[in-house]
C-alpha cells in the first residue's frame, strides 16, 4: 500500500479506476489487481477531498474494505447500507461518480453522505449515525417477504455502534434469524482494544471454507442427538469468547467472525465471500485505522475526521492580496467558542455544573472544559436520549447540568426532553449549536426544526442571541433559570460584538428595540437580525431584536402591533410552527389585527451549500427579505 505524507494537488494518474464506472468489473479482478484499484482509490480520495473539502479519515479508513464489499456482493442488486455516510465517499468513487467528488458539498454538488435520490447504489440515506442496522434489517425482511433472492450488509463504524438503536436492530434481527451481514469498521476509536495474533489466526480459520462446511455439516448431524447440538453450539461459542470479543453479539443471535485486519484485501474477500451466502444473522468485525495511508491522518484522527479545501496557488495569491485590508480587524469568534468559554468561567463559580455531551466535545468546544473540569464532564458517545435522560437524573440530585448538543441531534431526544425533563420541570440547560441552515452538511444537518418543536413544550424557556454578547447572557439567564431552558446559536462566527467577560445574564422574556421607523416593524429572532438591521435601513422600518421565543415579550409585540401597518417576523427556522407562529398565536389570544408577514425556511428540506447560497434561495438575505416586504407594502 502506497502511504502519503501530502495531499495532492494535481489530479493522480488512476488507470485502472478510471474504467470502474460502475463495480461490476471489479468482481472479475485478481487479487493484485483489486490492490491497484485499492491504492488508485486511496490517492484518488485524497486529491478529491484536497479539492472540495470535507470528510476524510473515515473515507481512507476504509477504502480496502470498500473495494472489497463491491467485489463480494452484486450491487446494486445486494444492499449495502452505510453507516452515518463519513465513511462513503470511497463508495461514491467506485458507483460513478468519480469525477464529481470535486464538487461534493458544494451548491448543486453531490450530498455530503449517500442519498437515494444521487444514486441507486445509495440504498439508503444518512446523516445521523446508528441507522443501518435496523434499515438492513427491513429490507432483508421484505426481501423474504416478495419472496426477493438479494444479499443485505450494514456497515456500521466510526463510534456509530455507541447508540441504543443499534443494538435494539440487532436484538431484534437475531430474534428473527434474518439473513443479515453486519460489518463493524472498528477503526480503533470505537467500541473494542486491539486483540493479538491468536484472534487473528482464529478469524481466518473461522472464515474457511473448510470450517464453515464442517460447521454447517455438522448442525446436520448432530440435530438428530439428543443435546449434542447445544453441547456443540456452546463449545463454539466459550472457544470464541477465549479470543474474541465474540460473546455479546453471539449471545444476541449472530455468528460472529474477526476481528480481522480491515486493511487486508485477500482477508476481506475471503471473508466477506464465505460469510455473504450463509444464512442466518452475521457478524463480520473489520479492524482498520482512520486516516489510512496519509500519514498526518493516521497520527491525528481527530483533526483530520473532516478538512477544507486546500488552498490552490492562484488562490493563495488572492488571499495574500486580500490580507493587508483585513489586517487590524478584530477576529471574530464562533459561537461554539462563546459557549466553550462560558461554560467554564461558569463552572469554576458553581461546582454544581456538570457538562454533557453526546460526542460533540470537539464540535461543542468543550475540549478545555473536558481538561479543567474532567470530574464534571461527560461524554456519553453517540446517544442522544441518553444524554437527555442522564441530564434528568443529575437535575434530581440537586446538580445543574448543561447539555451541549447540535440541533439537528436534539431531535434524537425529544421524547426524553419532554417525558424525562419539561414534565418534571428539571433544572436543564440546552446549549443548542447549529441551529439554523448549517451549510455543505445538507439537510440531515440543518437545524430547522428546533424552535418550532422545543416551543410547544409547556414551561420551556426558549432564546436566540443576535451576537456573541447576547449567547453569552442569554447561556447565563438559561443557567440561573430554575428549569428547562435552551439557547439556540447558529454555527460559525457571530457580527463581530464585543464579549463581556461577565456571567451577568440577560432578563428573559425582554425585547429590544433597535431602530425605531414608520409602516413596518421586522420582529426579528437569532441570527436574522443581522439582515433586519440593513433592510430596516433600506426601509426606514422600525427593527426589534425579540431575543426571546419563549416567552414572548407580550407588549413588545403588541406596541409593536399598534404602531405599525405590518409585522413582519424573521426567523431561521422553519416557518410551520416557529417563533413567528407564535407572534400569530398571541395577536390572535388579544384579538388584534394586523397584516403579519412570517418570513423563515420554507416547508421543504433545504439542500447543501454555503449559508450564504442556502439564505439567499430561502429568501432571506437582504434582498429577499426587502423584495418580500416590497410584495406586501407600497412605500
Known amino acids: 500500500m502506497k502511504l502519503f505524507d501530502t495531499i495532492p494537488t494535481k489530479r493522480p494518474t488512476t ?87 470535486t464538487g461534493i458539498r458544494r451548491y448543486g454538488g453531490l450530498a455530503a453522505f449517500p442519498r437515494r435520490a444521487e444514486s441507486e447504489y445509495d440504498t439508503f440515506g444518512v446523516g445521523h449515525s446508528s441507522t443501518s442496522i435496523s434499515a438492513a434489517l427491513g429490507m432483508a425482511l421484505a426481501s423474504r417477504a416478495s419472496g426477493e433472492k438479494r444479499r443485505v450488509c450494514a456497515i456500521i463504524g466510526d463510534g456509530a455502534l455507541t447508540a441504543g438503536m443499534a443494538f435494539e436492530a440487532l436484538a431484534h434481527a437475531g430474534h428473527l434469524d434474518a439473513n443479515l451481514l453486519v460489518v463493524l469498521n472498528d477503526n480503533e476509536m470505537s467500541i473494542s482494544e486491539n486483540v493479538g495474533g491468536m484472534a487473528s489466526y482464529l478469524a481466518r480459520i473461522l472464515v474457511s471454507k473448510p470450517y464453515l462446511s464442517m460447521r454447517e455439516n455438522s448442525k446436520k448431524v448432530l440435530s438428530h442427538l439428543p443435546g449434542a447440538l447445544e453441547l456443540a453450539r456452546r463449545t463454539e461459542g466459550h472457544m470464541k469468547g477465549m479470543v474474541s470479543p465474540a460473546t455479546l453479539f453471539e449471545e444476541m443471535g449472530f455468528n460472529y467472525v474477526g476481528p480481522i485486519d480491515g486493511h487486508d484485501l485477500e482477508a476481506l474477500t475471503l471473508a466477506l465471500r464465505s460469510m455473504r451466502d450463509l444464512d442466518g444473522p452475521q457478524f463480520l468485525h473489520v479492524k482498520t485505522r482512520k486516516g489510512r495511508g496519509f500519514l498526518p491522518a493516521e497520527s491525528d484522527p481527530i483533526g483530520y475526521h473532516a478538512i477544507t479545501k486546500l488552498e490552490r496557488p492562484d488562490e493563495a495569491n488572492k488571499s495574500d492580496d ?124 440543518h437545524g430547522s426544526l428546533d424552535l418550532s418543536y422545543l416551543r410547544c413544550v409547556p414551561d420551556m424557556v426558549v432564546l436566540a442571541p443576535a451576537d456573541e454578547a447576547e449567547c453569552r447572557a442569554m447561556l447565563s439567564a438559561a443557567y440561573q433559570h430554575p428549569g428547562p431552558a435552551a439557547v439556540r446559536y447558529p454555527r460559525g462566527t457571530g457580527p463581530g460584538v464585543q464579549i463581556p467577560a461577565g456571567l451577568e445574564p440577560m432578563p428573559i422574556g425582554v425585547a429590544e428595540q433597535r431602530r425605531q421607523g414608520s409602516k413596518v416593524a421586522l420582529l426579528a429572532f437569532g441570527s436574522l437580525n443581522t439582515p433586519a438591521a440593513e433592510v430596516a435601513e433600506r426601509l426606514d422600518a422600525t427593527h426589534i431584536n425579540m431575543r426571546s421565543v419563549k416567552p414572548l415579550d407580550r407588549q413588545a409585540v403588541l406596541d409593536a402591533a399598534r404602531e405599525h401597518e405590518l409585522l413582519v417576523t424573521l426567523e431561521e427556522n422553519v416557518v410551520a410552527g416557529g417563533a413567528g407562529s407564535g407572534i400569530n398565536e398571541l395577536l390572535f389570544a388579544e384579538g388584534v389585527q394586523v397584516a403579519v408577514l412570517n418570513l423563515g425556511l420554507p416547508d421543504a428540506f433545504v439542500e447543501h451549500g454555503t449559508p450564504a447560497e442556502l439564505l439567499r434561495d430561502c429568501g432571506l438575505d437582504v434582498e429577499g427579505i426587502e423584495a418580500s416586504i416590497r410584495k406586501r407594502i407600497s412605500f
Open 15 to 101: 488507470p485502472l479506476l478510471d474504467t470502474l464506472d460502475t463495480p461490476d468489473a471489479l468482481r472479475a479482478m485478481s487479487q493484485e489487481q483489486l490492490r491497484a484499484v485499492a491504492d488508485e482509490l486511496r490517492a484518488y480520495l485524497l486529491y478529491s477531498v484536497g479539492v472540495s473539502g470535507g470528510h476524510f479519515g473515515a473515507g481512507l479508513g476504509v477504502v480496502e474494505l470498500t473495494v472489497a464489499l463491491h467485489h463480494a456482493f452484486a450491487t446494486p442488486h445486494d444492499r449495502l447500507v452505510w453507516d452515518v455516510g463519513h465513511q462513503a465517499y470511497p463508495h461514491k468513487i467506485l458507483t460513478g461518480r468519480r469525477e464529481a467528488m
Open 322 to 445: 486580500a490580507k493587508p485590508a483585513d489586517q487590524g480587524k478584530p477576529k471574530k469568534k464562533k459561537y461554539c467558542s462563546v459557549f466553550g468559554d462560558w461554560i467554564c468561567d461558569m463552572a469554576a463559580g458553581d461546582s454544581r455544573l456538570i457538562g454533557v455531551t453526546p460526542a460533540m466535545r470537539e464540535g461543542s468546544d468543550l475540549v478545555r472544559f473536558s481538561k479543567e473540569y474532567a470530574d464534571r464532564y461527560y461524554d456519553v458517545a453517540i446517544a442522544e436520549q441518553h444524554a437527555v435522560t442522564l441530564a434528568a437524573g443529575m437535575a434530581c440530585e440537586g446538580m445543574k447540568p448543561v447539555v451541549a448538543i447540535y440541533s439537528t441531534f436534539l431531535q434524537r431526544g425529544y421524547d426524553q426532553l419532554i417525558h424525562d425533563v419539561a414534565v418534571q420541570n428539571l433544572d436543564v440547560t440546552f446549549a443548542i449549536d447549529r441551529a439554523g441552515l448549517v451549510g455543505e452538511d445538507g439537510p440531515t444537518h
